[in-house]
């Protein structure tokens, strides 16, 4: 019934797709960090004009689908003109997405600190910039680790999406094996098994580095 | 020549009205203490003296430099451009109830951040400075300790240091002491006692009547957002002129004697119905 054969013999090429996958998502994670942090301080930086396009930017990302927004950056952007390889694809439209999301916990980090930190700082001659920097943002990064951690995962898990536009990622990888065999209950539960495993690792990574890197208060 | 100088502040937040044309003038050197019931303006004055608040209304001089501007007959106040504000504003060092150490810095990092940030002192000297003036509030030994390993009175020490550290020429005090433990009151208030025998020109909101009566020059009784009352500490406690005022400090008093109960009841004096813990009470 259950062909383990199958799933081990498949288990190279399912392991090239799952090192795709870790490259896509990887890349896309460093975008989406700059740009979330970028937007999450523009949107509490007090200037309305920055305010403002963050705000536009949050709603369109929050109010569409993500498979959406993959197909507007791979087949729209052809459609102008400007041709990318699936894998700089799927990086731009994971990183633009998920820089969204990061954005707004990044706002209700900063905004959750004490208003206390901020006036202190501010008595002491603070410009608003200094005491995002010196102040908010180091009290920030350690408050966010967790929510960004699950907002990385879902990058990760969404990165599947990206077998819609023929990235060789570890879904599309299984779904290539299975029109060869037909095994479609192996090879996803195999498929299944190999993300739940680069999860753990993840959320791992980052449980270690909320309790040993930024221990100290 | 006061140093500080206010004229007819008004401020008033959304219908209610915190501040109605309050005057007053502070000469160097000069601890004045403001105390009144709470709602009475005392904290919302000094946050706009030093523009944490922003006022409606009235004009603001420190040592002959105005903060904002105040335009037109009915002295509309409006903000100086931030960084003007920012310049203006760290002239004056300001003490929170809540401490408000910087929780992500060293004792001695909170003290060394303002002037190596702001003041663009090197990193070095700005340590070296700090590490001085916490020696000098008998903090040495806790330079490198976070704000979550200090006691609330090291940590308003340290706040003490931090808002020094700039070099103000006016410290403002608002309930330095009353996120306190009762026992932790004193060492806050020393420090307070040998800063105004320095010579700093302080104004203290605070309900401590003995420190205002054993420091303070002048006195200020401020009620529904004016004052009612101003004038020597042995005037106003000894002798006050308004009905307010005798209310509010008989209160006080009272209050005071309540927190003293266990020895009071030792002693035998009468006193309102035992509190059981009144040190747990006043626990953060």
């Known amino acids: 019934m259950f062909d383990v054969k199958l799933i081990i013999d498949s288990m190279p090429f399912l392991l090239r797709g799952a090192a795709y996958t870790v490259q896509v998502s990887v890349l896309a994670i460093v975008f989406g960090l700059v740009l979330g942090w970028v937007l999450g301080l523009a949107s509490v930086s007090g200037i309305a004009p920055l305010k403002a396009i963050t705000w536009c930017y949050v709603q369109f990302i929050r109010g569409t689908p993500l498979l959406v927004q993959i197909f507007l950056i791979y087949f729209g952007l052809a459609a102008l003109g400007i041709s990318l390889p699936a894998f700089w694809s799927g990086v731009i439209a994971l990183g633009l997405n998920s820089g969204g999301f990061q954005a707004e916990i990044v706002r209700a980090g900063i905004e959750s600190i004490d208003r206390g930190q901020t006036e202190a700082a501010r008595s002491i001659g603070m410009s608003r910039g200094q005491t995002l ?74 449980t270690l580095l909320e309790r040993r890197v930024f221990v100290n208060y | 020549m006061p140093i500080l100088r206010l004229e007819h502040l008004s401020k008033s937040f959304a219908a209610t009205q915190v501040l109605r044309d309050v005057s007053l003038s502070v000469e160097r050197g000069e601890i004045l203490i403001i105390i009144g019931p709470s709602g009475s303006g005392k904290t919302t004055l000094l946050r706009c003296l030093h523009c944490l608040e922003v006022p409606d209304r009235g004009s ?31 002239r004056i060092g300001f003490v929170f109830q809540r401490f408000n150490l910087f929780a992500n810095l060293t004792a001695l990092d909170n003290v060394s951040i303002g002037p190596q940030r702001v003041l663009r002192v090197p990193k070095a000297d700005a340590r070296a400075r700090a590490a001085i003036l916490l020696e000098r509030l008998g903090l040495a030994a806790h330079a490198a300790k976070l704000p979550s390993q ?37 060492e806050v208030l020393q420090t307070m006692k040998d800063l105004a025998r320095s010579g700093m020109t302080m104004i203290v909101v605070t309900h401590e009547l003995d420190f205002a009566r054993e420091v303070g020059d002048r006195v200020i009784f401020m009620d529904g957002g004016a004052i009612v009352e101003e004038g020597k500490p042995a005037e106003i406690f000894g002798n006050p002129k308004h009905e307010r005022t005798r209310t509010f400090l008989r209160r006080l008093l009272r209050e005071a004697q309540s927190h003293r109960l266990p020895e009071a009841a030792a002693t035998g004096v009468e006193g309102e119905a035992p509190r059981l813990s009144p040190l747990a009470e006043r626990r953060d």
């Open chain 2, 150 to 186: 200090l006691s609330g009175g090291q940590q308003q020490r340290v706040a003490i240091a931090r808002a020094l550290s700039m070099d103000p020429v006016l410290m403002l005090f608002d309930e330095p002491t009353s996120a306190l433990d009762p026992e932790l009151v004193g």
């Open chain 2, 60 to 90: 603001i001089e420190l040592d002959g430099v105005a903060f904002g501007t105040c335009r037109g007959a009915d002295r509309a106040w409006s903000p100086d451009p931030p960084a003007a504000m920012d310049r203006k504003r760290r």
């Open chain 1, 133 to 206: 920097i010196f102040i908010l943002v180091p009290q920030t990064i350690r408050r966010v680790i967790p929510p960004l951690t699950n907002e990385l995962i879902t990058l990760m898990k969404s990165s599947s999406l990206l077998s819609a536009i023929a990235a060789l990622e570890l879904t599309h990888a299984g779904q290539l094996i299975i029109a060869r065999t037909f095994a479609a209950f192996e090879i996803y539960a195999a498929v299944a098994l190999i993300y739940l495993v680069m999860v753990s690792v993840l959320s791992r990574c980052s």
